[in-house]
């Protein structure tokens, strides 16, 4: 099955520097891939969204970049704010296969002020 | 408009039990995915319902089973709990024909004692 590998598993940055998580994966079938944003107590939510006809996306301070050749993508998150401190997972999914969403282990990030 | 709501929101159980964990999905959306989130791990795929029927089924065992109501609500039964059935209980739902476009709820959590 799709495995997905998550790094760091934390991140410490100080406020208004850039963070960046990579995850890769296994099955090259995979064509869209989310990234959520957890704070405690709650689900996650969902951020931003790539699909596999496109190599970047960007929405305000947040970007995900995706490298199909090499089976890994990426969340940038610029200009940093404490509000930014919570876990975030990356997943794949497999349109053709049904919409179940395959996750990485998370990271955990904190925004130092 | 309301998101994806779950009941309860804690629950309490003894090994040996069984538990029954109630998702509404959001509004608009036909298909209705549980997840299993072990304290500090990225959500794990349980199974997946659309037109009231089981479509796809990840790595849990039979004692994990659930149904979808023709209102698209759907329930998640676990029988014979273990202390390893702890875990917080992560109902998504989303559109069948659309692309991921998840919407998680904030979860159950389940202490199994």
């Known amino acids: 099955g799709e495995n997905v590998e998550q790094h760091p598993s934390t991140l410490s940055v100080q406020e208004g520097d850039s963070a960046v998580i990579k995850c890769t994966y296994s099955?090259?079938?995979?064509?869209?891939f989310p990234w959520y944003k957890q704070e405690l107590g709650k689900g996650p939510q969902l951020i931003i969204d790539?699909?596999?006809?496109?190599g970047e996306k960007k929405d305000q301070r947040i970007a995900v970049t995706l490298n199909k050749t090499a089976k890994h993508f990426s969340l940038h998150i610029t200009e940093t704010q404490p509000e930014d401190s919570a876990v975030y997972f990356c997943?794949?999914?497999?349109?053709?296969?049904?919409?179940?969403?395959?996750f990485g282990g998370g990271t955990r990030v904190l925004v130092k002020p | 408009d309301a998101g994806v709501t779950q009941s309860p929101t804690h629950l309490i159980k003894t090994r040996g039990q069984q538990v029954t964990l109630r998702c509404s999905p959001k509004?608009?959306?036909?298909?209705v995915s549980w997840y299993q989130q072990a304290l500090g791990q990225g959500p794990q795929f349980i199974f997946q319902?659309?037109?009231?029927?089981?479509?796809q089924r990840g790595n849990f065992p039979d004692r994990f089973s659930g149904h979808q109501f023709p209102n698209y609500s759907s329930e998640l039964n676990v029988n014979a709990l273990l202390l390893g059935d702890s875990a917080l209980y992560l109902c998504?739902?989303?559109?069948?024909?659309?692309?991921?476009?998840?919407?998680f709820g904030s979860g159950t959590r389940l202490t199994v004692v």
């Open positions: 099955d090259s079938a995979s064509n869209y």
């Open positions: 997943a794949v999914l497999i349109k053709a296969a049904g919409n179940k969403l395959t």
């Open positions: 509004s608009g959306h036909d298909t």
């Open positions: 998504a739902s989303s559109r069948h024909s659309g692309w991921g476009g998840y919407t």
């Open positions: 319902y659309y037109e009231e029927e089981e479509r």
């Open positions: 790539i699909r596999s006809n496109v």
